[in-house]
């Protein structure tokens, strides 16, 4: 058989790649209200120690798809102290425990799923309340919005659950991949049911259930009793979705932007050598990103924008009506690389003019170069 089987009511998993979406699904529980029976999934995320990770990539399937606990409601014997305790169980694998990145538990009718507060820390993500229960988790000292976003739980009612999840922006997974040296590994389980087609018959033959094995997953396949026509099909895998790469949140690359009439694409290091009172220009447009927002002041005659205490666009001025003229050397000191790139890719308008020979390069578009 080959290795890349898969039965034709689950074949859509085989071609998912949660690591192209961003931000990333690293937590669901789903279900699909679909006949001839309601379908259903689960997946999480483990962390792999990377020294580990060529032994863990040929037993994929010796994952459990779920986060265990030691609750809740522990029955503790004796007088040994309570430890809260959440892992991804494995079997014949370098660790029969690995950490989850999603914490997640069941109360009654409800599956919780929470972001690990060590990820959080990490960052020192804040929560904001959404709508209808949603939680966003927002980098307020840069400031960055929806870093992780997490629904309400999955509430059970028989026969199909509602849908919870979590999401990460991926430049934050990929940054603590790194800091931590792990890879990140999804684990899941999914059912669906279908008409039987002339795969499945055949590989069934006159049994009412079959078990087929491969290294990442494992299926179950299976006839619906007084049902000879409509069959479910079960997997439980885990495929591996990331691996630590570079450090974009916590040591962010200072990207190379082109201004029209520099020379070289200019870097924060490439900034420091320009002298005071050379001046690249901007439209005022870019102050559109602030307005509104009662966290940026703005000052509309100088067009100078400031973040509390965390940074400024300063050294600027007014040049007629629409443009703002700011210094190269103290923007690229001042403020935080995404909002260089903002000042300079948002912008409608491009130029530097010499402190000496007051002329004007214009152009149409700025092109984004690699850092000397």
């Keep these: ?83 809260p305790a959440f892992w991804i169980a494995a079997k014949e694998l370098p660790s029969e425990k690995y950490e989850p990145l999603v914490l997640q538990w069941d109360s009654h009718d409800s599956t919780v799923l929470q972001p690990d507060p060590g990820f959080l820390m990490t960052y020192g993500l804040v929560p904001r309340l959404g709508n209808s229960g949603v939680v966003y988790w927002d980098d307020a000292q ?3 919005f929806d870093i992780v976003t997490v629904s309400p739980p999955s509430v059970w009612k028989a026969p199909l659950g509602t849908h ?29 049911s279908a008409k039987i087609d002339p795969d499945i018959s055949e590989r069934l033959g006159e049994q009412d259930g079959i078990n087929i ?28 979705i990331a691996l630590p790469d570079t450090l974009p949140i916590t040591s962010p690359h200072q990207e190379a932007l082109a201004w029209p009439g ?26 559109g990103e602030y307005e509104g927002r009662p966290e940026f002041s703005i000052h509309p005659e100088s067009g100078s924008v400031r973040y ?25 000191e001042g403020v935080p690389p995404h909002v260089i790139r903002h000042i300079g890719v948002s912008s409608p308008f491009r130029a530097r003019r010499s402190p000496l020979i007051h002329r004007f390069y214009t152009s149409r578009t700025l092109q984004s170069a690699p850092g000397p």
């Excluded at 990460?168 to 669906?192: K, P, S």
């Excluded at 520099?262 to 102050?287: G, H, M």
């Excluded at 965390?310 to 923007?331: A, M, Q």
């Design 164 to 192: 919870a999840y979590v999401r990460i922006a991926r430049d934050f997974l990929q940054d603590y991949l790194t800091l931590r040296h792990m890879a990140l590994v999804e684990v899941f389980w999914e059912q669906r």
């Design 142 to 144: 840069t400031p960055l």
């Design 1 to 83: 058989m080959s290795k890349d089987w898969w039965p034709s009511p689950l074949g859509h998993i085989r071609s998912e790649n949660p690591w192209a979406h961003d931000p990333v699904i690293v937590a669901e529980v789903k279900s699909f209200d679909e006949p001839p029976h309601p379908g259903h999934r689960k997946s999480t995320t483990a962390l792999v120690p990377i020294e580990q990770l060529e032994v863990v990539k040929e037993a994929l399937a010796n994952f459990d798809h779920e986060v265990s606990t030691n609750g809740p409601y522990p029955s503790i014997p004796g007088e040994r102290p309570f430890k």
């Design 308 to 332: 509390g205490t965390r940074w400024i666009v300063d050294y600027c001025s007014r040049v007629g009506r629409n443009l703002i003229r700011l210094e190269v050397k103290k923007l690229y």
């Design 262 to 287: 520099i020379e070289q694409p200019v870097t924060k290091r490439v900034a420091r050598k320009f002298r005071p009172f050379e001046y690249v220009y901007v439209d005022d447009a870019v102050l």
């Design 213 to 240: 094995n491969f290294a990442d997953r494992c299926f179950q396949l299976g006839r619906y009793p007084g049902e000879c026509d409509a069959i479910y099909a079960q997997v439980w895998g885990a495929r591996l």
